[in-house]
């Protein structure tokens, strides 16, 4: 079965650091792109960018440009979202998901990871 | 950025009736060498992640109901739901995969 598994629910504050994961599973993952998409509570989604495991090629939109990191393991199925200094506005749901190079659009969702972020 | 612009925000339709969202992007997003249109539309239903309904503006995904159709070209697109059914409640997003940053339209909720 093709999908996409997304790290657990995380809670942090202002000013810390963290990585989220979406490992993947049934698919050649170095054969592919892996995005991050952003939905803040109640809002549409936002495209924050994607990698090519295979080569760590990356696309980034220049809304998030800075912001965060994206970044993957091939060795491992799995790719990352980083913030190294979290504010209250990162607060969110964020999803992985497959950008299928045949046919050029997210086919496969992870269920989401919920980004907490207090003060 | 190619920005994409849905309408309308919101929709209510009588089960069994016809839905339609429109979609209009800021530049087109038809890819001459192959003649494709990279416009992809999703259903998110609430605590669910968005799925794939439509890609290169008219192919349905494998498993998505016939009564879910894509049409248009260039820069507008729509999506026609021929025959509400209960289980369509939910808010759909059109997607241009033409250019990086592959941006979403704002999302259409459609309502019974």
């Known amino acids: 079965e093709v999908q996409l598994v997304q790290s657990g629910a995380e809670v942090k504050k202002t000013g810390e650091s963290l990585k989220i994961s979406c490992k993947g599973s049934?698919?050649?993952?170095?054969?592919?792109?892996i995005g991050w998409v952003r939905q803040m509570s109640g809002k549409g989604l936002e495209w924050m960018g994607i990698?090519?495991?295979?080569?760590?090629?990356?696309r980034i939109s220049p809304s998030f440009q800075g912001q965060v990191t994206i970044s993957a393991d091939k060795s491992i199925n799995t790719a990352y979202l980083q913030w190294s200094s979290l504010k209250a506005s990162d607060t969110a749901m964020y999803f992985c998901?497959?950008?299928?190079?045949?046919?050029?659009?997210?086919?496969?969702w992870g269920q989401g990871t919920l980004v907490t972020i207090s003060s | 950025d190619i920005v994409m612009t849905q309408s309308p925000d919101s929709l209510a339709v009588s089960l069994g009736e016809r839905a339609t969202i429109n979609c209009k992007s800021s530049q087109s997003i038809l890819y001459s060498p192959n003649n494709k249109n990279y416009l992809s539309w999703y259903q998110q239903k609430p605590g669910q992640p968005p799925k794939l309904l439509i890609y290169w503006a008219s192919i349905r995904e494998s498993g998505v109901p016939d009564r879910f159709s894509g049409s248009g070209s260039g820069t507008d697109f729509t999506l026609t739901i021929s025959s509400l059914q209960a289980e369509d409640v939910a808010v759909y997003y059109c997607?241009?995969?033409?250019?990086?940053?592959?941006?979403f339209g704002q999302g259409t909720q459609l309502e019974i």
């Open positions: 049934g698919f050649s993952f170095s054969n592919t792109w």
């Open positions: 998901a497959r950008h299928s190079s045949q046919i050029v659009t997210f086919d496969v």
């Open positions: 990698i090519n495991p295979g080569d760590s090629d990356i």
């Open positions: 997607q241009q995969c033409y250019n990086p940053p592959y941006t």
